[in-house]
């Protein structure tokens, strides 16, 4: 009743106040003009969606979304929690097929900036086809957030015969890494801090489900697959360490790193190994299958840098350790503090 | 690596810090000596899970809670989200089975308070026999949050032949509710302004899969079941009128309200209709299946206090009318502003 007779959102000027995550009428209006639109969706009106599967695994990951700043160069948090989500799922050797959002907002965001954030979300899960099916939006008092959060959970479905872990791991697989590390998370912090560089940072942010369906493809027998987000590198191979409990050891000099990531990785005292990617994995498999893996990789768009860094050994100790390019031997360390708060 | 040599989280003194979100070791501990435990998961360390769902129609729900305070009478942020998400997949006449949680903690976060959010979250999932498969944890800036905000999606498997939906309404059904209104906004606001009253009001939180259940078992035409939540039982009236272009007319005495619940509204300014419940479900059925339909509902634990409250009519105008108590009529609006800003 009288929707039509309150006046549209004003986008332009307007802002987020408590009503809109009232559950009420500026609740539908939020949805109807903001959302609805930039998802390509019609909302129907219900709290839930109903989703087809086809037949498989069903895979199902979530992620909370809080990046700070809201907008980077090469995109910004709508189009990162897409693209985030997306990978968990693709991580399973699964198709993402459906994501929801949940935003929670600080009263006072700009309109602008929500409907800016949503258009790239819908823009991103075209992009991937994959269809954003519900979500839910809650306002917090100015002082009690951030601008927006966003947490998005991802649904797909993989192949029966696909069964990608990180438990899988037998020494002497060899690991490959799909690109250059660190350039999302150096793309942030040299917003956060100021810096610029001669060579633009800009953050990797993309979906892998294409180049996971390629790897796939190649025949090759691929044990595990995980994108170095939080934590970089450093963290995924020794998560896959304790996994699978092997050691691993990599050869610096094989790993991408762009020289402008590496230069503000060194002006930052960060080391590249812990800095997150948005838009890269780290694959496992078989030492023989390796060459035929890295050929599909860089076959695919998002592979092209493409490289084998090195493998895993039998380490009762778990220890990834690393030649360096200078010829020493170093251990790389998980992160076990905060370099870089709110990165993802 | 060296995993074993890190002291184990002190849990009655210990607190949030920036390093829990980080992805790191400190993230890993977190879920390992917190949320596994809490949630009876082993975790298995990948950034996903694969769910097995049989045949039926998929459905999906997600919301994002900011509830304030956390905890409150009756319950607190764990178990509403368990159960808000739950409630709102049996709405679409589904079973809940799996849950992902996402949770955005701010720093200083009281390690205890957040295990015993965890902790009331696997009771709420292990008594609905849901399991909460996936998780995320971020760690956002002190004054950047509020304690913690935890956004959930629900994932369940409806029989093919049932299809609920606000739009299925028709001229002539009947709308029951299954039990009294107001009881949860009222509990957290009386909290929050400090009110107490001789009889305590506590919130109606609880999991209504069971009670759908018995709903759909009595063989009564269900056309649509919504849980009056954010917006009271007004805005899912409003919202079913909309959706399936009726009107509805409501008898205000029919409606079961309880004493103290009146009183505080009366006092805080507040109409019951407009405050959100979070275990009680609104049906629209067959007029001639509302007497087998409240009967079922009344056999159930969480529907004693089942009501037929009014029904559907023809009307252009998609008004909701309320017949008064006292013999007048009065429309009953969408709530349009924000009276009741973090109520779940």
Not at 28 to 39: D, G, S, T
Not at 218 to 246: C, H, K, M, W, Y
Request: aromatic fraction near 4%.
């Amino acid at each position: 009743m009288a929707k039509d007779r309150r006046p549209r959102l004003d986008i332009k000027r307007g802002a987020i106040d408590l009503s809109h995550g009232a559950g009420g009428r500026a609740t539908a209006q939020l949805i109807e003009e903001v959302f609805a639109p930039a998802f390509g969706a019609s909302g129907g009106g219900d709290d839930f969606a109903a989703i087809e599967l086809n037949a498989g695994r069903v895979v199902v990951s979530t992620d909370g979304h809080v990046v700070s700043p809201l907008f980077f160069p090469g995109g910004d948090i709508g189009a990162l929690a897409v693209n985030g989500t997306i990978n968990d799922v693709a991580m399973a050797g699964a198709r993402p097929l459906y994501l929801t959002a949940a935003f929670i907002i600080e009263e006072g965001f700009p309109l602008s900036e929500l409907a800016r954030i949503a258009q790239s979300m819908g823009r991103a899960a075209k992009a991937a086809n994959v269809r954003i099916v519900t979500g839910d939006t809650k306002v917090v008092e100015r002082g009690k957030g951030d601008g927006v959060f966003i947490a998005t959970t991802g649904i797909g479905v993989a192949p029966l015969n696909v069964a990608v872990s990180g438990a899988n791991i037998r020494p002497g697989d060899s690991v490959i890494v799909s690109g250059s590390i660190g350039d999302h998370g150096i793309a942030i912090m040299a917003l956060r801090e100021g810096l610029s560089f001669e060579a633009e940072i800009i953050s990797d942010t993309a979906p892998l489900h294409g180049l996971v369906e390629a790897m796939f493809a190649s025949g090759a027998e691929i044990r595990a697959l995980r994108d170095p987000t939080r934590g970089g590198l450093a963290a995924v191979l020794n998560e896959f360490a304790q996994q699978s409990g092997v050691g691993f050891r990599i050869e610096e000099a094989a790993v991408p790193v762009k020289p402008a990531v590496s230069g503000a990785c060194e002006l930052l005292g960060l080391d590249p190994f812990n800095v997150a990617c948005e838009g890269r994995l780290v694959a496992v498999c078989a030492a023989s299958d390796a060459e035929r893996l890295l050929a599909a990789m860089r076959a695919h768009a998002l592979g092209r840098e493409a490289a084998i860094i090195g493998g895993a050994v039998e380490d009762a100790h778990r220890f990834v350790q690393m030649k360096t390019a200078i010829g020493g031997n170093r251990i790389v360390a998980w992160l076990s503090g905060e370099q870089l708060p709110r990165i993802c």
